[in-house]
């Protein structure tokens, strides 16, 4: 299964950036790419998937503690 990397925009819009089929390969991609991005621009992100519309939606799934409620 690929991994996918994608750049996370405002408003949850994704792009994919690129695929690969090894993590090592994927995770140097990235590492890359955040190196040569401006202080502050969009999260670059890899999601393992069976499809590129899986790791999609994996990206946007709300993990548990990842959003915090006012009290």
């Not at 999609?56 to 990842?66: F, I, K, V």
């Amino acid at each position: 299964m690929p991994y996918f990397i994608f750049e996370i925009k405002p408003f949850a819009q994704l792009e994919k950036l690129a695929e690969f089929e090894a993590f090592k390969d994927a995770s140097a991609h990235a590492k890359a790419l955040r190196a040569a991005q401006p202080e502050g621009g969009p999260r670059i992100k890899v999601m393992f998937g069976d499809t590129q519309l899986a790791a999609e939606d994996q990206l946007l799934q709300l993990r548990e503690g990842s959003v915090q409620q006012d009290d």
